[in-house]
C-alpha cells in the first residue's frame, strides 16, 4: 500500500456517472473516469448482453496476466442473479472484472467492454495495489 493511503474497505461505482469511488469508511481514497459495457444502460441480465451488473459484489481474486492490463474479479453472478437467468432461461454470464486497457495495444474509446470496468493502465496499476481481494463492491445505476 502506498505510504499515507488508509486501507480500501468499500468501492462505489455510479455508472451514470461513469465514476469510480475508493473509500476508506466515507472517506473518498481516490476516484476514477470508467468505461463500461457498450450497453451499459440496465442491470446485466445474460451472457453477452454488453452490460455492467448492478448490486452489491466483493472483489473476490486478481488476475495478473490477464488479456487486459491486470483484472480483479467481481464476485457476479450472485445467487440472485443466477436465479434471474435460470428463471429467463439464459446464462447469466461472469467474467466481470475491473481492468485496465487491452494487452494487444486496441485504442478504446466510450463504453468498450463485454460488461467490465476499465480504468486506464496507470489508474488500474494504483486500483490493484489499493484494493484488496474480499473488499466490498457496490454498483450502482
Known sequence: MKCGVFPVNRVVVNKARREMVLLHGESVVRSYRIALGREPVGHKQQEGDGRTPEGRYTIDRRNPKSAYHLSLHISYPSEA?????????????????????????????????????????????????????????EIYA
Open 81 to 137: 442473479d443466477r436465479e434471474r437467468a435460470r428463471a429467463a432461461g439464459v446464462d447469466p454470464g461472469g467474467d466481470i472484472m475491473i481492468h485496465g486497457m487491452p494487452n494487444s495495444g486496441a485504442e478504446c474509446t466510450g463504453d468498450w467492454t463485454q460488461g467490465c470496468i476499465a480504468v486506464t493502465d496507470r489508474e488500474m496499476e494504483e486500483v490493484w495495489e489499493l484494493v484488496a481481494d474480499g473488499t466490498a463492491i
